[in-house]
């Protein structure tokens, strides 16, 4: 089943010069599909993912999710598809600094839908956090604070998730758990849309794509890129 498409997308910035990350993109993604995304520094592969999540919107193009074309919802009506459609982990993801990190998933959960105290909990266990779960944000490490940005993209069960580097700031055991655990939420119908430089992060995904010079294709196990 469908969950959303890119039909045609452009985006320009002025900056100075213009500079075009995205040029005519287009994208099918389908329930339990998992997409790895890989490409250049600095050459779009975070504004794709800003546009998929309505946090920037496109030049041109249509971006349709759930057969409804989100690109045109006002600013309040993407603020509720945010919360209740997508999970983000993204590398500038913050946590509200006055709340302990139960209470930032609780909140989370609740902007989203129904509190479900027994999930977070579930989560913070899954994640390894249970003994953090009172922890404010400035006291947790790096990598703990990735796994609570995972934890809490995955809260209120999102048919989409977009994740930005989601192996930063963590070891290889919890690289693989969180590898792991984003594959089983695509088994659950889920779709993930990963952005990856880690060429062994990117083989778990069902599909790997590379975006370069606004231009995104299909590549294979080689890295030979088809169109």
Known sequence: MEICKLEHIHKDYRMGEIVTPLKDVCLSVNSGDFIAIEGPSGIGKSTLLYVMGTLLQSDEGTYTFGGKDVSGFSDAEKSEFRAKKIGFLFQDSTMIQALTLREN????????????????????????????????????????????????????????????????????????????????????????????????????????????????TDIDEYGRKHT
């Open 105 to 216: 998933l609780i909140f989370t959960q609740g902007v989203g839908g129904k509190k479900d105290p027994r999930k977070v909990d579930e989560l913070l266990y899954q994640f390894g956090l249970e003994d953090r779960a009172d922890f404010f944000p400035h006291q947790l490490s790096g990598g703990q604070r990735r796994r609570a940005m995972a934890a809490r993209a995955l809260i209120h069960h999102p048919s989409l998730i977009l994740a930005d580097e989601p192996t930063n700031d963590l070891d290889e055991h919890w690289s693989e758990a969180v590898i792991r655990i984003l594959k089983e939420q695509t088994e659950k119908g889920t779709a993930v849309i990963m952005v990856t430089h880690n060429s062994r992060w990117a083989a778990v995904a069902t599909r790997r794509m590379r975006l370069e010079d606004g231009i995104l």
